[in-house]
């Protein structure tokens, strides 16, 4: 088997960590054989998981900051283990991760170091932005999510576009789980709106919470779930008391229900600022929701407006709160959307796509360096260069 190491800050529950899970889930064991590492020396609540999985996860041991000559020693170190196990293909996700596989990589002299965009960070420290570009110039390729992706870190990071691989985010096709029997069936119940993922600064949330004040006035008791946990959680929950929507939001924090909550939205609504191409609104779509969604990174070629869902421009409340009521007062348009967003996933953004992709990607820079994988190659779609 060929050894592959994925290098992130941390594992914390977030969109890069959610989707490396899914990556070692499905990655063909008798082909590839995942490890994890993280930066963070305190590698996070999502380890036992991955380790569940039969993917070991050991950290770099980092405290707290990379600007640290302990930062190049244990990359070192890092490198000389993976050198002695024979470790093919570094691949590194969020900045640290990247940083580190990119040295690890190098100085072990592994065959393909990679690394990965995936969302509108924009570096204003010059160190930083340094630390990114860096991290382009020492991997053989840099993959991307999604086209506004890969433009910024042409622009900002100066990477070459000919070193870049868009490979879009791909997701699990749901079952459709049934209603809890305690739930009424749509129709019947107050409709709800809801939102998953971290309570950021990205995601937008006080935007979201004044549009469900509009919507509230227009929609007496409609409900607004928050699904997940973040640094913001107190100053969300702060400004819902002052909205006066104490009986219409409900912060559920971190789930293990998440595809059954998802498939009670009558709308599943995203507020990003910033975003790469967002899993939680795949999975939305995949179970049919109608979506509602800002312009922001990636989601707006994941969502074509009025034909799978509807778009509008970050940072405008009313508009998210007129698109939301668009939705709620016309089921027709609500399930033509749902309908539509269900088709578009299953076609262009299915899990096995991704992984043949990535599969792709792994066998394609391992044979230019010489290196033969065993194991027979999946049925591949060809990755797009960004």
Known sequence: MTRVAYIVDHLQVGGAQSHLLQLVRGLDRQVWQPEMWTASARPGDLAPVFEQEGVPVRSFGIERTLVSPRTLAAAARVAREFRDRDVAVVHGYLFEGNLLAA??????????????????????????????????????RVTVNATPVGELVAEHEWCPREKMVQIPNGVALPRRPGAPATQPPAGERPPVVGMVGRLGWKKGYQHALRAAAIVRDAVPGVRFDVVGEGSQRAELESLARELGLEDTVRFLGQRRDVPELLAGFDCYLLSSIIEGMPNALLEAMALGRPVVTTSAGGSAEVVRDGESGLVVPPGDPQALADAVLRILRDPALASRLGAAAEARVRRDFDLSTMLSSIDRLYRTELARAGVDVSGPATTLRAARVA
């Open 103 to 140: 040295l690890a990589g190098r100085l072990g002299r592994r065959p393909v170091t990679l690394v990965s965009k995936r969302s509108l960070d924009r570096y204003d420290r010059v160190d930083r932005r340094l630390a990114a570009a860096l991290s382009n110039r020492l991997a053989d």
